[in-house]
């Protein structure tokens, strides 16, 4: 006789993206995400704005996701939803809704936090995909946050140094929009990257003590840099676009490289996962894949659909919480902020 799985419906919605997720146990059987595209035209996402995309596609962005994944809601055991960190408004949409169905359902309702879900999507199972052992580092990046953490087991986490300024995907995005690119610039910094020659310009990296990082000086520097050439030379940028990126990127790499190796260095911990939207980036997975060979590290790198934001990984930290009772009560609030 087969065992049932525990079916789990998490909800993503902490930023500009709406998603829902069905997981059996830790596998994944549907990861719906709707994006917002009305930013675009805004340089960035719009708090008020995003919140009412989330009223209107968190319904039927769930209906998918539960047709895909061949089940009723009636079979749910539990629905885990972001807690926080992340956009007031578009947290409180995921977070009712979350709470008013598990009522309906009268099953258990399971608070995540927004960056334990980037750091646990590698142990969603996936073929050919290997999980960390603890404990293991955790180089989290994304458009809110940049931070180290050493994690020893699925609920001990313990960040070494984060940023003190910008996010790295922001200096990513800010940097882009300097460039002329639109909304967000990341992807496109990276395209174009691959083209260039990393070492056609170069930056200076910040000096930031310990495992913290900044980059508000960086993209400063990168748009002092820019008007300088463009005032010599209108079409500086059109001419010269592959090499600025993957100049840009190769700093941005090499200051998260940096930090790592001190980790590293610091703890006496070589395994390194990586989680957030610019783990999608090519140059930071090329660099962990050469520092598996050069310094003997472990790289842990996920899948693309589980680096930027999604409601799988907000699944799987559901089914770790759900195997050990961690439940939320019906007075639980969503947070801008929140602790691990
Ligand atoms: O994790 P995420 O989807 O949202 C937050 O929690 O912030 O991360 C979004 C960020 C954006 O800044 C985006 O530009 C960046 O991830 N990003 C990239 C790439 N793909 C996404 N940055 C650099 N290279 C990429 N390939
Ligand atoms: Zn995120």
């Known amino acids: 006789m087969s065992i049932k799985p525990t079916y789990i419906l998490a909800i993503e919605s ?14 994944v059987l549907s990861n719906i995400v709707a994006r917002q595209d009305i930013h675009e035209e805004y340089g960035g996402v719009v708090p008020e704005l995003a919140s009412r995309a989330h009223q209107q596609n968190i319904v039927p962005v769930v209906d ?32 009712s809704f979350s709470k008013s169905l598990a009522l309906a359902l009268d099953i258990p309702l399971i608070a995540v936090n927004h960056m334990h879900a980037h750091i646990l999507c590698h142990f969603i199972d996936e073929e050919n995909f290997d999980k960390p052992e603890f404990p293991f580092l955790a180089l989290t990046i994304s458009g809110g946050h940049t931070q180290i953490v050493q994690v020893n087991s699925f609920f001990d986490l ?49 000096k930031v003590d310990g495992l913290n990082f900044s980059f508000s000086g960086l993209k400063t520097q990168i748009l002092y840099f820019i008007q300088k050439q463009v005032a010599a030379n209108p079409n500086f940028i059109e001419e010269n676009k592959a090499d600025i ?71 799987i930290v559901g089914y770790y919480r759900f195997k050990e009772s961690k439940f939320a009560d019906s007075t639980t609030v969503s947070k801008a902020r929140i602790e691990f």
């Not at 994944?69 to 885990?80: M, S």
């Not at 800010?174 to 056609?200: Q, R, S």
Request: proline share 4%.
């Open 158 to 206: 313990k960040i070494l140094g984060e940023t003190t300024d910008d996010a790295v995907g922001e200096a990513f995005d800010k940097t882009a929009k300097i460039l002329g690119f639109p909304y967000p610039g990341g992807p496109l910094i990276d395209k174009f990257a691959k083209e260039g020659n990393p070492k056609a310009f170069s930056f200076t990296k910040p």
């Open 64 to 95: 998918v996701a539960l047709k895909k994944a061949g089940i009723t809601k009636e079979q749910l055991d539990g629905i885990a939803f972001t807690q926080g960190p992340g956009l007031m408004g578009s947290l409180l949409v995921g977070g």
């Open 14 to 27: 902490s930023c500009d993206d709406t998603s829902a997720a069905i997981m059996a146990n830790n596998k």
């Open 245 to 315: 990126c993957a100049s840009i990127q190769h700093t941005i790499i090499n200051i998260l490289m940096d930090k790592l190796k001190l980790a590293v260095k610091e703890t006496g911990i070589k395994q390194i996962a990586i989680g957030g939207g610019v783990s999608a980036n090519s140059g930071i997975r090329q660099a962990l894949k050469d520092a598996e060979k050069k310094y003997g590290w472990k790289a842990f790198i996920p899948k693309f659909e589980y680096t930027t934001d999604n409601a799988a990984m907000i699944g």
